[in-house]
Structures are given as structure tokens and as C-alpha cells.
């Protein structure tokens, strides 16, 4: 596809994924997509994270239809359970409890919409990570320090979340905080956007 100017829109209010994607120096907007992130009945974690990454993108783009649109989402996979953010300490506290001594696998996906161009593209990456056998104590003291409420599986790896894991895998360093760049941009290729 030939290098085109459109508008570039995050679809997202992210702090984190607004963070990342400026490190590409592209300018770009952000927009709130207004999307169910409900999971649907036996849906996977991996099929919910491109679900709505796609359904972001979509929202966002039936309003900005010139604009080339990127929607994103992360579900913590525990075991084929998905794990949205947990909202508050209890359900955080929670959350941890369960992830302590086990693998997590977090699933992020990205997508790129530009409904005049037609263009449509999702990728997944997936991150193996394995937590520590953490106390409680532990696990409260991390909470009362960072309050991650707002992160999928209840810990920032770039943050002092990092300090609750054993090893991280994977082959997109960024999609673990919430925006696969090296999928992004080359999605955003695909689509026309010179990075």
C-alpha cells in the first residue's frame, strides 16, 4: 500500500499505550472508543484481547472514517480464564493470590482500521510470565505501593510490579505494558503510515 497522510488516532485512554506509541514520533489523537468489554460466553483470552482490540479500532473509525486507527487490548490468561483489570485492592489482592507460583500468559492485541481505505488487520502477542510464590504480605505491600487497579492481572512489569516476577518470555518487549510497538508499527506500514 502506498505511503499515505491521513490522520493517526489511538483509540484509547490509556495513560500506558498513549506513552508507548509516542516513543514512534508520529503525531497522532486520542479518542475514547466506547466499547462492551463484557467477554462473551466461553470466549478465550486470546479471542476477547483481538475481540476488542478490534472493536475499539471500529468505534473509533466509524467516526474518524479518513483517520488510520489503532485499537488495542490486554487480558491476562490464567490458565484459560481471562483476567481484566481488577478495579480496586480487593479484587487485586485477589487476583495476585491466584497468579502467585503460576504462569500467566498475557494476551495483547493490536488493531488497524481505516474504513476508507478498507484496511483491517489485528495481531496478537503473547506473554508468558511467571510470578513468584508471593506472600500476602508481599502482595499487600505491592498494591498499598503502586495501586495497579488499572492493569490487566493487577502488576506493572515496568514498575515496581517487576520485583513480583520470576521471568518474563516473549518476542514484543512492549506488549507486556499494554502496546505491542514492533506489531504496531508494523501494522501501521501496512496501512499506508510511514514509521
Same mark, same amino acid.
Given at each position: ?9 489511538? =483509540?484509547?485512554?490509556?495513560? &500506558? ?8 514520533? +508520529? ?26 482490540? +478490534? *472493536? %475499539? ?11 488510520? #486507527?489503532?485499537?488495542?487490548?490486554? #487480558?491476562?490468561? +490464567? /490458565?484459560?480464564?481471562?483476567?481484566? %483489570? ?6 487485586? #489482592? ?6 502467585? =507460583? ?15 481505505? =478498507? ?21 499487600? /505491600? &505491592?498494591?498499598? *505501593?503502586?495501586?495497579? &487497579? ?24 512492549? *506488549? ?11 501494522? +501501521?506500514?501496512?496501512? =499506508?503510515?510511514?514509521?
Amino acid at each position: 500500500m502506498p505511503t499515505i497522510s491521513r490522520p493517526l488516532i489511538l =483509540g484509547s485512554t490509556s495513560r &500506558y499505550r498513549h506513552e508507548l506509541l509516542s516513543r514512534l514520533r +508520529l503525531p497522532f489523537d486520542v479518542v475514547a472508543p466506547d466499547v462492551d468489554e463484557t467477554p462473551q460466553p466461553h470466549e478465550t483470552p486470546r479471542a476477547l484481547a483481538c475481540r476488542l482490540a +478490534l *472493536a %475499539k479500532a471500529q468505534a473509533v473509525a466509524n467516526l474518524h472514517p479518513q483517520a488510520v #486507527v489503532i485499537g488495542s487490548d490486554q #487480558v491476562a490468561d +490464567l /490458565a484459560g480464564e481471562p483476567l481484566g %483489570k481488577p478495579g480496586n485492592h480487593a479484587r487485586a #489482592v485477589e487476583q495476585l493470590q491466584r497468579m502467585r =507460583g503460576q504462569t500467566v500468559v498475557f494476551q495483547t492485541a493490536v488493531a488497524v482500521v481505516c474504513l476508507s481505505t =478498507g484496511f483491517t488487520q489485528c495481531e496478537l502477542a503473547s506473554v508468558e510470565v511467571k510470578f513468584r510464590d508471593l506472600s500476602d504480605a508481599e502482595i499487600q /505491600a &505491592y498494591l498499598l *505501593a503502586e495501586q495497579p &487497579y488499572d492493569c490487566a492481572g493487577s502488576a506493572k512489569s515496568e514498575g515496581l510490579g517487576i520485583s513480583l516476577l520470576d521471568a518474563i518470555a516473549n518476542d514484543d518487549p512492549t *506488549a507486556l505494558v499494554g502496546l505491542p510497538l514492533i506489531r504496531t508499527c508494523r501494522l +501501521l506500514r501496512a496501512a =499506508g503510515v510511514q514509521v
